[in-house]
Nanobody, 122 residues
């Protein structure tokens, strides 16, 4: 699976931003796509995931109620709508994918995009 992210940028605290991840290379029917993020000096952390077939979703506690993950079956694209952004949301955001159906496991993602930078000023 090839993944290409876009949509990052510089915003102010409280603003919204939508990230996109275009997926290609294979059928997504049994694929889970996710967003991770990594700020300087920290480990990469899980943000949200969506099971392509059922649209089931999973969110990190830190973004629940503010972020929403969705997918477009025609465009083979996953989106991350980020609202009420906080300075602590600033990071390099990665799109990731894995083959399987266990959305509850936040590990074992083996396809990764290059990342898109999100900067949030206070």
């Amino acid at each position: 699976v090839q993944l290409v992210e876009s949509g990052g940028g510089l915003v102010q605290a409280g603003d919204s931003l939508r990230l996109s991840c275009a997926a290609s290379g294979r059928s997504l029917s049994n694929v889970i796509l996710a967003w991770f993020r990594q700020a300087p000096g920290t480990e990469r952390e899980f943000v949200a995931a969506i099971k392509w077939s059922s649209r089931a979703t999973d969110y990190a506690e830190s973004v629940k109620g503010r972020f929403r993950i969705s997918r477009d079956n025609v465009k083979n694209t996953v989106y991350l709508q980020m609202n009420s952004l906080k300075p602590e949301d600033a990071a390099l955001y990665y799109c990731a994918a894995k083959v399987g159906y266990d959305i509850g496991s936040r590990h074992d993602y083996n396809y990764w995009g290059q990342g898109t930078q999100v900067t949030v000023s206070s």
